[in-house]
């Protein structure tokens, strides 16, 4: 686990067409573009589905969409996966403070993030790290509050690009049709 400059994901953001859009003065939003997302989907509560028809919404109860999102995020971790906050670290490891206080990993990585968490810049997952990236996302859903605590995650080998939300919404955008399938199966049901 280890920040890298921002600007080290622009190639990795082009190849799979994401674009980044400031929200207001404290987040950004990723987005796939169109033509390049086969399948979008959406885990939500009920409320929250997106009036679009080019999303398929799952409604499901608080503890099945953090499931679902985090079985999902496994299958989707094959090696590399990138994190970017929607507003700065700070706000996300602020949120995550007290459920991840009795995580060692994550409490010597927090003590040493400390001149990171004013910025944006993508805090890569490696093949290691699934334990402590699905504990993160946990205690993310579970305990953030606001949109800026939302997080990016993108997968470095494949075309996938996850926004997930505190509370959900989780949207999930897929470059192609077999790797939806492929974790699909951890929410189709």
Known sequence: MDFLPEQEINGLLTEFGITKTQVGDDCIDLEMSTD???????????????EDTLWTCKVMN??????????????????????????K???VFDAVAFS???????????ASATIKLNTR????????DEQILISL???LMNDGETPEQGVFLISAGAPILVHLQPGGPVKLWFGNRVLADEVREHYAT
């Open 36 to 50: 390049r997302a086969d399948v979008c989907d959406c885990l939500c509560h009920e409320g929250q589905m997106v």
């Open 62 to 87: 608080a503890e099945s969409l953090v499931t679902a999102a985090t079985e999902s995020i496994r299958k989707i971790h094959q090696g590399q996966t990138v994190l970017v906050p929607s507003g």
């Open 89 to 91: 670290w700070r706000s």
């Open 100 to 110: 991840m206080a009795g995580n060692e990993l994550w409490q010597e990585f927090d």
């Open 121 to 128: 810049d993508p805090l890569l997952f490696e093949a290691g």
């Open 137 to 139: 996302l946990t205690a």
